[in-house]
Structures are given as structure tokens and as C-alpha cells.
């Protein structure tokens, strides 16, 4: 009996200094098959852009801007013509921007033209102010400049070339070069150019794209020419 009642005792004393037992939660073996991927984040692929549509400005051109290329004497006054700004397809494949000056009375003319040649991706080497030459036709043609206006006489002769008034634009004058009867040019850089038809960028050939867009708003090629030929020349009305 008394044994008992010890191991009583004891049992009673152990339970009353035992700490409580804290039940902690263990979180369940995570299964890869059955998580939920994370979100990822995605970098959109940019769009390819296409180069920027045809642009043109047509403004009052200034005395300035006209230091050796107009002069008094000329057979149309500098507040005749217009400074026409305007988008060109270049022999890089890119689009640039170019100046002319022409007489404010065909500007619809050139920027009709322009546009047409541009949405075909047509190429110009360059396109400047003839002044940018001093209004030397022969360094603006070596260059291979496209220009309009220059007062100037008519190369051969005594009268006023088109170029005088306004009403005139000589384009890739390399590709396009001016030819004697003969066959032969000025420009040595333009000598593989004397025959047409040839292909080339550039290159201005009888009927072709160049020549039917000017034809459509009544400008003539100077290809046609008999005897003398004026590849790079286009003309309002001819001459």
C-alpha cells in the first residue's frame, strides 16, 4: 500500500513540472508536377517600322539662299520662285531630304513628280542648291547633284537656258549625262553612261518610269532630243 501511494506522489509531482508540448504545423512535400509556374515576364517583339511616307514644303525662297545662281539681269525675278523641300529615295536605300528652287508656277508639277518617284523607291544621289556649287553647272554635274534653277545660258547658244526660269531640273546628271552628236561627254565620270538604253541606278532610259511621270504633267525629256542628247534634262514644254 504504501507503494502505491509513492508512486502516486511521484507521478503527481512529474506531471505538475512538465512543460506543455507545442504542436507545430509541417507544411506538405511540394509536388513539381502540381506547381503553379511563376509569371514570366515577355518583352514584345517591336514591329518593323517602314521608312517615312513622301513629304514636301513649298516656301518663298530668299535672296540669301540664292548668292551665285541668281543675279539682276535674269529673265525671272528670285520672288518668282519657290524653295521646294521635299523627300527623296537616296542610292543607300534610305530616304533623304533634299532642296529645289523652281518657278512658283510648276511646284505642283515637281512635287506630283517627286512623290511618284519616292513611292517607287526611284534613286537620287544627291539634291542641292546649285549655289552649293557657286552656280558652277559643271562642279554641280561632277558632283552628280540633281538641281532645278540656275540662271544660266543654254549650253551652245546665246538664249536663256530653261534652267534660267525656273522650269527646268537636270536629275543624276552622272547616270544621265549630256551627250554630243558625236557621242561624246564633258564628264569623264560620266562615259560609260553616253549609250541608252543601260541599265544602272539612277539611270533614265526612253519611256521609263522617270520619263512617263514628267510626261504626266507636260514636262519633256531631253533623251529625246535629236542629234544632241540631254539625258539628265527634263523641261515644262520642252527646251
Known sequence: MAFVVLA???CGAQEQGASPTTSVP???ASDPAHETP?????TPTPKPTGPPPFSAKVSRVTRDRLPYSWKAGCPVSYRDLRLVTLTYWGFDDKPHTGELVVRKTVTDDIVTVFEKLYDQRWPIRQMKLVDAYKADDYDSIDADNTSAFNCRRATGSSSWSKHAYGEAIDINPRENPYVTASGDTAHQNARKFTERPIKGKGVINPGDKVVKA???VGWEWGGYWSGTKDYQHFSKGGG
Open 26 to 28: 509541417v507544411p506538405p
Open 38 to 42: 511563376r509569371p514570366v515576364a515577355v
Open 214 to 216: 514628267f510626261a504626266r
Open 8 to 10: 502516486s506522489v511521484s
